[in-house]
């Protein structure tokens, strides 16, 4: 329930979540739900690697790599802050796509690689100035900050920082242990 001064109480529906152990596209997660997904590019280009992006990568300092920002929106409302390094050697046509509502980041790479391992860590923070204006939110709010590399035959393709608001968005999933399984 969520309690609106001087208007009422009303049902507050669930907060979305994301699988934490798959790689999945949010657009996917969106639609899935019934909702309208939209997403907006606001940086898609080729830079030298800083001494962190270099060391996700796996690569020299210096190195020239592909560099995307974008927000992706569920309903009009940013949901996730995209800041992706793609190692250009291994997906080189990268800078021609025109990512948006009807290709995504994470769909594309999916469809041109095949990734065989994949590293998620994920910490809590608060957003920087940059990330709580292009999401919207206040600066003291607590975000979910999903940190991912993915490999394709031993190289790192890609390196990315996906930050959630916590209160629009969580992380989460399930599966069985030891083996075990349940009977449907």
Known sequence: MVRVSGVGTFV????????????TAIADEITARGHRYSCQVLHL???????AIAAALALPT??????????????GVPVQLEDRYVNPELVPEFL???????????????????????????E?????????KHMQ???NEPCLVLMRRTWSAGKI?????LVHPSSR??????LPVNGAHRDS
């Open 137 to 139: 939110i206040d600066a």
């Open 169 to 174: 968005y969580r992380l989460g999933s399930r």
């Open 96 to 122: 021609q796509q025109s990512f948006g509502e009807q290709l995504q980041p994470a769909k594309y790479l999916l469809n041109v690689i095949r990734p065989d391992e994949m590293e998620h860590i994920v």
């Open 157 to 161: 393709v890609t390196y990315v920082r």
């Open 12 to 23: 507050a529906e669930s907060k979305p979540q994301s699988n934490l152990l798959r790689i």
């Open 45 to 51: 280009g080729r830079e030298a690697a800083s001494m």
């Open 62 to 75: 210096g190195t020239s790599v592909f560099h995307l920002l974008c927000v992706h929106c569920e309903e």
């Open 124 to 132: 809590a923070s608060h957003p920087s100035s940059d990330e709580s």
